[in-house]
């Protein structure tokens, strides 16, 4: 059984998603914690600064996933005590592949099109798989996923003009201000400060430092983009005094601009700040400041940044996703009726075997020869009839509640033998 929860920017605002934001620690621990507990037997976690989803697989007799008590678990892991389970999105089976297929190709995120989930989403598979977090299946669905999106990419040029959050991030800042000039500080030196400093070169901005509180990131970064100035340590103050539109990209888990940062600026002049972190990285009270204009990732929602621009033919698309997914299920049901078809033949060879065993011992060669040639002949009889009514009643396994059923009866009787 395959299932997916998660909260996203349509479902909850960053202020809930940041309580339950995972690092790749927390992703590890909480995985294995629910693997020893047989809530799962394998799991991905995607945790971005839009969205928290868990994909897992639990056992094959589990009709249904428990979704409550999977968001319980998350929510106890986060030390959130009160939660609205309303916010999380939780499907199974062919609706959770359908789900992932789409976000991969940047269908289901906040900025249509987007290219950077393809690789959140493959880091996300990586690190399950460093850590044996994976399973068969689940491994199957991603690099099935993964070859949805190059699919979608190179058919409907979704990705012609690549668009991130970060990139709609200063094509919203500058559709605010206006101004190409403006002293602009980036806080922060990983890919998504690549993808902020990208498009501020491609729009001309001509005044851009970068921060970090590594010296030697924040050298690297600054040599590998025309040797912008470049600030580090404990310089975060000066740095924030000099620029008057700072996006933050860092992976802090607490904020790292504070209002008392802010309010030491001798530069009184309006101050723009974009965070693009989730837990956020600007302190909630830098809002109260009179001349801090605060924006965070919800605010490219339903913006002209927030989508893709120009026609797309979405009907092919989703015909195209449709089409992919029917693969793997495909491949899925056809993977689930050979495990069940397994354990048919392994319980009928054990309980031949069983009256075998009883037949006297006084029987001479020629007589238990004959014997042992209409058992062989029984267990192919037996075994042919049964997976044949399979095949039959489940539709070629399409039908999972009757091969889940069948497999259980079956693994039930080789338990008890």
Not at 61 to 78: C, G, T, V, W, Y
Not at 157 to 163: D, E, G, S
Not at 210 to 229: D, L, M, S, V, W
Request: hydrophobic fraction near 40%; charged fraction near 25%; charge should be negative.
């Amino acid at each position: 059984m395959i299932g997916l929860i998660g909260i996203n920017h349509n479902t909850a605002p960053v202020e809930i998603r940041e309580r339950f934001a995972l690092t790749d620690a927390d992703a590890v621990e909480l995985i294995n914690d629910w693997i020893t507990n047989d809530f799962v037997i394998g799991g991905i976690v995607l945790s971005t600064c839009n969205r928290i989803e868990i994909y897992f697989q639990t056992k094959e007799e589990d009709m249904q996933p428990d979704f409550n008590k999977l968001i319980r678990s998350l929510a106890a892991f986060k030390h959130i005590y009160t939660v609205d389970q309303s916010i999380f999105i939780c499907k199974s089976n062919r609706e959770a592949i359908l789900h992932m297929f789409r976000l991969a190709s940047g269908l289901e995120s906040m900025v249509i099109g987007e290219t950077q989930i393809l690789g959140q989403l493959k880091d996300a598979f990586r690190k399950a798989i460093d850590n044996s977090q994976s399973t068969s299946i689940l491994s199957r669905m991603f690099h099935k996923g993964f070859e949805t999106a190059k699919k979608i990419r190179n058919n409907f040029l979704i990705a012609a003009t690549p668009v991130s959050s970060g990139a709609a991030a200063v094509t919203f800042m500058d559709r605010c201000i206006g101004n190409r000039k403006i002293s602009t500080l980036i806080l922060g030196a990983g890919q998504m400060a690549e993808t902020i400093y990208d498009r501020l070169s491609e729009l001309e901005f001509e005044n851009v430092k970068i921060y970090n509180r590594t010296k030697e990131r924040a050298e690297k970064f600054a040599q590998t983009h025309g040797n912008i100035p470049c600030f580090s340590e404990n310089q975060l103050c000066e740095a924030l005094d000099q620029a008057d539109l700072i996006f933050v990209a860092t992976s802090s888990l607490m904020p790292i601009v504070t209002k008392e940062e802010i309010a030491l600026r001798t530069n009184t002049e309006a101050v723009y700040l974009f965070d693009m972190a989730v837990p956020r990285n600007i302190a909630e009270d830098v809002r109260t400041l009179e001349f801090a204009h605060v924006y965070t990732i919800d605010d490219l929602r339903k913006t002209p940044e927030g989508e893709m621009i120009g026609d797309l033919d979405y009907k092919g698309i989703d015909n195209c996703i449709e089409e992919m997914v029917g693969q793997f299920t495909e491949w899925l049901d056809a993977s689930q009726i050979r495990q069940v078809i397994n354990v048919i033949q392994q319980a009928s060879d054990k309980l031949l075997e069983k009256e075998l065993s009883k037949l006297p011992s006084q029987l001479d060669a020629g007589e238990r020869e004959i014997i042992e040639q209409s058992d062989q002949h029984l267990r192919i009889t037996f075994s042919t009839a049964i997976i044949a009514a399979l095949r039959d009643v489940t539709k070629d396994g399409k039908n999972l509640q009757y091969t889940e059923a069948i497999n259980k009866l079956f693994s039930k009787i080789l338990e008890s033998e």
